[in-house]
């Protein structure tokens, strides 16, 4: 495998005239130098030391380290539900780090899809409706998102399962929906953490199936925190996280 430091110096700025943006039009996330440091009583706390990043769209990959090595920091800070204390950020070509509140939620909703540990499905609406939600926020039209949310789900093995709501799903069936509701938008990259650590192996793997197939087939970016080797097996790139900072980056 080959191993890169992003860290080291030289690593372009995306709007230096040397780059250039259509240098990096295939780049679905990227950092400069970011770092995330909380403000405590007794001492600072340096989560992210300095990360330079690049994510290139159609990447299946992960990020990985042990407890308080900063990578879910880092994953919300990429998605924008974090503000770095320094540094750049961008989704796409768009500099993220200097957006309003406002225009940030906006960019979530458009271009950037989330799966979380536990799933955060509304208890109150059906598989659907959970799954159809940010195209309702939106303003895509009723039979357009019923359209594209049944074909989702058919691809993904939740047919027929559209009214239950989450209550009466399994947890796999649960974290499913939330891969539904992530990508149905189409957007420009996926953020998961730790989708898989409240999962038993099997479901665990046929998960992972649905992912890399939407990857392979779709050309979704998904960028995973995660401890799970399962995980970690099938990413075609792994990047290490020690004390804030990237330890290894191998393809």
């Given at each position: 495998?080959r191993t890169?430091?992003p860290?080291?110096?030289?690593?372009d700025?995306?709007?230096?005239?040397?780059?250039?943006?259509?240098?990096?039009?295939?780049?679905?996330?990227?950092?400069?130098?970011?770092?995330?440091?909380?403000?405590?009583?007794?001492?600072?706390?340096?989560?992210?030391?300095g990360?330079?990043?690049?994510?290139?769209?159609?990447?299946?990959?992960?990020?990985?380290?042990?407890?308080?090595?900063?990578?879910?920091?880092?994953?919300?800070m990429l998605?924008?539900?974090?503000?770095?204390?320094?540094?750049?950020?961008?989704?796409?070509?768009?500099?993220?780090?200097t957006?309003?509140?406002?225009?940030?939620?906006?960019?979530?909703?458009?271009?950037?899809?989330?799966?979380?540990?536990?799933?955060?499905?509304l208890?109150?609406?059906?598989?659907l409706?959970n799954?159809e939600?940010?195209?309702?926020?939106?303003?895509?039209?009723t039979?357009?998102?019923?359209?594209?949310?049944?074909?989702?789900?058919?691809?993904?093995?939740?047919?027929?399962?559209?009214?239950?709501?989450?209550?009466?799903?399994?947890?796999g069936?649960?974290?499913?929906?939330a891969?539904?509701r992530?990508?149905?938008?189409?957007?420009?990259?996926?953020?998961?953490?730790?989708?898989?650590?409240?999962?038993?192996?099997?479901?665990?793997?046929?998960?992972?199936?649905v992912?890399?197939?939407?990857?392979?087939?779709?050309?979704?970016?998904?960028?995973?925190?995660?401890?799970?080797p399962?995980?970690?097996?099938?990413?075609?790139?792994?990047?290490?996280?020690?004390?804030g900072?990237?330890e290894?980056?191998?393809?």
């Amino acid at each position: 495998m080959r191993t890169e430091n992003p860290n080291e110096e030289g690593f372009d700025d995306p709007t230096s005239p040397a780059t250039g943006l259509a240098a990096v039009a295939d780049v679905a996330v990227r950092t400069k130098d970011v770092w995330k440091i909380y403000a405590q009583e007794s001492e600072d706390v340096e989560a992210v030391r300095g990360v330079s990043l690049e994510v290139r769209e159609g990447d299946f990959m992960t990020m990985a380290g042990p407890s308080g090595s900063g990578k879910t920091t880092l994953l919300n800070m990429l998605g924008g539900l974090t503000r770095p204390t320094s540094g750049r950020i961008w989704v796409g070509d768009l500099e993220i780090t200097t957006l309003s509140n406002k225009e940030l939620a906006r960019l979530r909703l458009e271009s950037i899809g989330f799966v979380f540990q536990a799933f955060n499905l509304l208890p109150v609406l059906s598989a659907l409706e959970n799954a159809e939600f940010s195209l309702l926020l939106r303003g895509v039209p009723t039979e357009e998102r019923h359209r594209r949310v049944r074909a989702l789900f058919d691809e993904i093995g939740l047919e027929g399962l559209e009214d239950r709501r989450p209550g009466k799903l399994s947890g796999g069936q649960q974290q499913r929906v939330a891969v539904a509701r992530a990508v149905v938008g189409e957007p420009t990259l996926v953020l998961a953490d730790e989708p898989t650590a409240n999962l038993d192996s099997h479901t665990s793997d046929a998960l992972l199936d649905v992912m890399e197939r939407l990857n392979q087939e779709h050309g979704t970016t998904f960028l995973f925190s995660t401890h799970d080797p399962r995980v970690m097996e099938r990413a075609r790139r792994r990047v290490s996280l020690v004390d804030g900072q990237i330890e290894s980056d191998e393809r």
